[in-house]
C-alpha cells in the first residue's frame, strides 16, 4: 500500500495568514492526488483533485501544486471558517490511503 | 440536491452483524462509482470498500476482507454495506462516498452512521 505523510500534524496560524500543508507519498503517484477538508462532527470536503484542480464551488484562496511524491495544499488567506483539519489522499492505485491529516488551529 | 444519507448504524456485540445503507439521490447513481470510508472516533479517514458503477467489481480493505461486502443495488439508487462478525476496532462513523468520474477523488459524502462494537 502507498503510505501518505502530511506534516505538520497541526499548525496554528491567525485569520490573513499564509498556511501550506505538505503531503508526501512513499511511491510515486502522478497526479492522482486529493485534498479535504473536515470540520468536527462533519463529513470530509473535496477541496482539491488530481493535485492541482479546484473542485467546483471552492474558494480561490485554496490552491494545490506538486506531482509524483510532494505535494502541497495552499491557503492564502485564512478566513475563520478555514479552521479544521486536511487530509490527502492518493487515487493512483488500490487501496486508495489517507494522510494521517493536519489540524489547522487558531492562534 | 445531489445528496447521500447513510443509515443503518448502531450499537453491536463483538461478533455480530449491521448492514449499513445510503441512498443516492440527485444523481445518476448507475453512472458512479461508491465507495465506504470510516473514522473511529478521534482518528483519520481509512477507506473501506469500493464497488464500480454496474457492481461488477468490487475491492474490500484488508481489514475488512472476508467480513464485509460491498453491494448496490441501482435500481434503488442504493447501496450497501454487510458487516459481519464485528470487532471493537470497526468502531467508527462510516461514510457513503461518490467517486468522481475523473482523477477518482471521493466528490460527495453522506453524513456519515455510527457503529459502535462493545459488549
Known amino acids: 500500500d502507498i503510505q501518505m505523510t502530511q506534516s505538520p500534524s497541526s499548525v496554528s496560524a491567525s485569520v490573513g495568514d499564509r498556511v501550506t500543508i505538505t503531503c508526501r507519498a512513499s511511491?510515486?503517484?502522478?497526479?492522482?492526488l486529493a485534498w479535504y477538508q473536515q470540520k468536527p462532527g462533519k463529513a470530509p470536503n473535496l477541496l482539491i483533485y488530481a493535485a492541482s484542480s479546484l473542485e467546483s464551488g471552492v474558494p480561490s484562496r485554496f490552491s494545490g501544486s506538486g506531482s509524483g511524491t510532494d505535494f502541497t495544499l495552499t491557503i492564502s488567506s485564512l478566513q475563520p471558517e478555514d479552521f479544521a483539519t486536511y487530509y490527502c489522499q492518493q487515487a493512483n492505485s488500490f487501496p486508495p490511503t489517507f494522510g494521517q491529516g493536519t489540524r489547522l488551529d487558531i492562534k | 440536491e445531489v445528496q447521500l444519507v447513510e443509515s443503518g448504524g448502531g450499537s453491536v456485540q463483538p461478533g455480530g452483524s449491521l448492514r449499513l445503507s445510503c441512498a443516492a439521490s440527485?444523481?445518476?447513481?448507475?453512472?458512479?462509482?461508491m465507495n465506504w470510508v470510516r473514522q473511529a472516533p478521534g482518528k483519520g479517514l481509512e477507506w473501506v470498500s469500493n464497488?464500480?458503477?454496474?457492481?461488477?467489481?468490487?475491492y474490500h480493505a484488508d481489514s475488512v476482507k472476508g467480513r464485509f461486502t460491498i453491494s448496490r443495488d441501482n435500481a434503488k439508487n442504493s447501496l450497501y454495506l454487510q458487516m459481519n462478525s464485528l470487532r471493537a476496532e470497526d468502531t467508527a462513523v462510516y461514510y457513503c462516498?461518490?467517486?468522481?468520474?475523473?482523477?477518482?477523488?471521493?466528490?460527495?459524502w453522506g453524513q456519515g452512521t455510527m457503529v459502535t462494537v462493545s459488549s
Open positions: 464497488i464500480r458503477s454496474r457492481g461488477d467489481y468490487i
Open positions: 462516498a461518490r467517486v468522481r468520474t475523473t482523477w477518482d477523488a471521493f466528490d460527495i
Open positions: 511511491q510515486g503517484v502522478g497526479r492522482w
Open positions: 440527485g444523481f445518476t447513481f448507475s453512472s458512479y462509482d
